[in-house]
């Protein structure tokens, strides 16, 4: 999982495996966010948490890019995974599917975008309400 922000942030941050250390100028202004791209639904839950805490704490705006998930959302992972993410979402982050990842050089659109829709069904179904899409 990576930190980004985008071009003109007042904002210094590093992600460290154990937690996150933002140092700040100046808060964040309206329409600047902390981005968690590529959070994936099988990593440390624990690890999202304290991190979804930290910048609810420190009153920084975020938002979340899922990973796609093609299988196992049955298990117990997944469960979990989800509950971090709709707190998050209780919390004010805005949730976006990350784009999948494409394999094939020659992607037809359609397929793409029927994964898209997939992804997205399958999320509401863990009551997460993606609001867009995060292309890294």
């Given at each position: 999982m990576t930190f980004k922000f985008a071009a003109?942030?007042?904002?210094?941050?590093?992600?460290?495996a154990?937690?996150?250390t933002v140092f700040?100028?100046?808060?964040?202004?309206?329409?600047?966010?902390?981005v968690l791209e590529e959070v994936y639904a099988f990593s440390s839950p624990e690890k999202l948490l304290q991190?979804?805490?930290?910048?609810?704490?420190?009153e920084f705006p975020f938002v979340m890019g899922v990973?796609?998930?093609y299988q196992h959302t049955d298990y117990p992972a997944m469960t979990e995974f989800t509950e971090v993410v709709r707190y998050a979402q209780s919390k004010g982050a805005r949730i976006l599917l990350?784009?999948?990842i494409v394999q094939k050089e020659?992607?037809?659109?359609?397929?793409?975008i029927a994964i898209l829709k997939k992804q997205q069904s399958m999320y509401e179904e863990f009551g997460i309400y993606p609001r867009g899409i995060l292309m890294g």
């Open positions: 003109g942030f007042a904002v210094f941050c590093l992600l460290m154990h937690g996150i700040a100028e100046q808060k964040l202004g309206t329409n600047e966010y902390v991190k979804v805490d930290t910048l609810v704490q420190d990973m796609p998930v990350h784009f999948p020659n992607a037809e659109p359609q397929e793409i």
